[in-house]
């Protein structure tokens, strides 16, 4: 939240608080962290998003196999479907789809900022 009174954000963090307990996290500043956002409000009239350690911590929890590099992620064969195909184990099958969920919020996040601009 915010507000020109920090005053006013004092007290509404207290109403919070009576809620939800005295344990709720607050940050006040110009610079805040959040879902691996660093959200930077420095600049009068504009903010910036950078999630460089967010990409960063996803990269790093990737395997080593996982190493490459592709010229398009649309290759020819993205949409068809081989049945003969070897199944992901599920450790696998649920870094996949964590993975995807991760980059799926990065990229709407950029669109965000993008439609913003």
């Known amino acids: 939240m915010s507000h ?3 005053a006013v954000n004092t ?11 005295p344990g709720i996290t607050v940050s006040r500043g110009k610079v805040h962290d959040y ?7 420095s600049d009068e009239g504009s903010f910036m998003v ?9 990269m790093e929890d990737l395997p080593s196999d996982f190493d490459g590099h592709a010229s398009t992620p649309a290759a020819d064969h ?4 081989r049945s003969n195909a070897p199944k992901l184990d599920e ?9 995807t969920a991760q980059m799926l919020f990065v990229a709407m996040t950029l669109l965000i900022q993008l439609l913003k601009d």
């Not at 007290?11 to 307990?21: C, H, M, N, R, S």
């Open 35 to 41: 879902l691996g956002m660093k959200l930077d409000f």
């Open 11 to 21: 007290q509404t963090i207290k109403e919070l608080a009576k809620i939800y307990g």
């Open 4 to 6: 020109k009174s920090p």
């Open 50 to 58: 950078d999630m460089e350690q967010y990409l960063d911590g996803m």
């Open 78 to 81: 993205l949409f068809r479907t």
């Open 91 to 99: 450790k696998r099958a649920e870094l996949f789809h964590r993975i």
